[in-house]
T-cell receptor, first 114, second 113 residues
Framework: AQSVTQPDIHITVSEGASLELRCNYS??????LFWYVQSPGQGLQLLLK??????LVQGIKGFEAEFKRSQSSFNLRKPSVHWSDAAEYFC????????????FGKGTMLLVSP | ETGVTQSPTHLIKTRGQQVTLRCSSQ?????VSWYQQALGQGPQFIFQ???????GRGNFPPRFSGLQFPNYSSELNVNALELDDSALYLC????????????FGPGTRLTVT
């Protein structure tokens, strides 16, 4: 069974500083990988996804993520954080077989300081 | 706006009661998945419907049940509510059974007292 670990429960970043959110996954083969963002009281919005090909994936809102097979990681990055990026971020893995459901990590809450 | 809507937005129930949550999927989407997100946790997969048939289930007891209708909207029913059922319930819809173009609704916040 697949699993996802997001080691950081909370991260505080100054506005304008760079951001990296960590995600490690466990899966027997190359999985589908996703990053979602959730603002308070809202549903999940997809930031980006990796299915195959180029291991550096570009997403919406200036986010990118890099798939590193050797480290079983899919870290999310942004070069310059804006106050509106404050939210909770979830990494998820999808199995390439079966009925295509997602397994989520516990999330990382991003706080942006002025 | 994703085109996936859920009702109601908020709900308060008493332990032992039953609840029905509804999800209207995006036009053209025939697969609906339901997730439970407890406070401080990531969403957990409950079950999934594809063309009105349940075709996947997570580690949830049988008192969690569902339906998908011919228009592909869906219901989640929970019987004999327990305090631990308090959570945000999310539905997600997509076309087919792959991962392309899956959209989440805003969720229903259920509080069990």
């Amino acid at each position: 069974a697949q699993s996802v670990t997001q080691p950081d429960i909370h991260i505080t970043v100054s506005e304008g500083a760079s951001l990296e959110l960590r995600c490690n996954y466990s899966y027997g083969a190359t999985p589908y990988l996703f990053w979602y963002v959730q603002s308070p009281g809202q549903g999940l919005q997809l930031l980006l996804k990796y299915f195959s090909g180029d291991t550096l994936v570009q997403g919406i809102k200036g986010f990118e993520a890099e798939f590193k097979r050797s480290q079983s990681s899919f870290n999310l990055r942004k070069p310059s954080v804006h106050w509106s990026d404050a939210a909770e971020y979830f990494c998820a893995v999808g199995a390439r077989s079966g009925y295509s459901t997602l397994t989520f990590g516990k999330g990382t809450m991003l706080l942006v300081s002025p | 706006e994703t085109g996936v809507t859920q009702s109601p937005t908020h709900l308060i129930k008493t332990r032992g009661q039953q609840v029905t949550l509804r999800c209207s999927s995006q036009s053209g989407h025939n697969t609906v998945s339901w997730y439970q997100q407890a406070l401080g946790q990531g969403p957990q997969f409950i079950f999934q419907y594809y063309r009105e048939e349940e075709n996947g289930r997570g580690n949830f007891p049988p008192r969690f049940s569902g339906l998908q209708f011919p228009n592909y909207s869906s219901e989640l029913n929970v019987n004999a509510l327990e305090l631990d059922d308090s959570a945000l319930y999310l539905c997600a819809s997509r076309a087919g059974q792959g991962f392309d173009e899956q959209y989440f609704g805003p969720g229903t916040r259920l509080t069990v007292t």
